[in-house]
């Protein structure tokens, strides 16, 4: 028995095109909302905080991404470490993706992506950024 034929590259890239498009999306509004912050006009509240008085674990985002743009990216980690982080993340996942679609290489699949680890990282960084605004009171 023969092994089956490689996936169409297409079908190899779907989850390329998927964060692409996400991150586009999520970059688009990112850019609004920083729009009318830039601009003194009022943003969107934070339901979580308004209810709770606690914040949520993106609380200061929106103001984190100002603070980078204004290139005060000390600034921006003290406001929100998560946010931060999790731009720069965004940003180099858009990177790859553009370059592998853009370029037609074949997908990065490392083993450990598959096994779900990423997710227990990825759930205590989230835990560790709450903690760290619950610890620093105002977001």
Do not use: H
């Not at 985002?61 to 982080?85: C, F, H, K, Y």
């Not at 370059?99 to 997908?107: A, G, H, I, M, T």
């Not at 989230?126 to 105002?138: D, E, K, T």
Request: aromatic letters at 12%; hydrophobic letters at 55%.
């Amino acid at each position: 028995m023969g092994l089956p034929p490689p996936l169409p590259w297409s079908v190899q890239t779907q989850p390329e095109r998927l964060l692409l498009v996400a991150i586009a999306a999520s970059a688009a509004l990112a850019a609004f909302l920083a729009f009318f912050a830039v601009m003194g006009l009022p943003v969107w509240v934070c339901a979580w905080k308004s209810c709770t008085g606690i914040p949520c674990a993106g609380c200061g985002g929106t103001r984190a991404l100002v603070l980078l743009i204004s290139g005060e990216w000390q600034d921006a980690l003290r406001m929100n470490p998560g946010a931060v982080l999790g731009m720069a993340v965004l940003t180099l996942i858009a990177i790859y993706s553009s370059l592998v679609l853009s370029f037609r290489l074949s997908p990065w699949r490392p083993s450990w992506l598959a096994a779900g680890v990423w997710r227990w990282g990825l759930a205590a960084g989230l835990l560790a950024n709450w903690c760290y605004l619950l610890w620093r009171g105002s977001a």
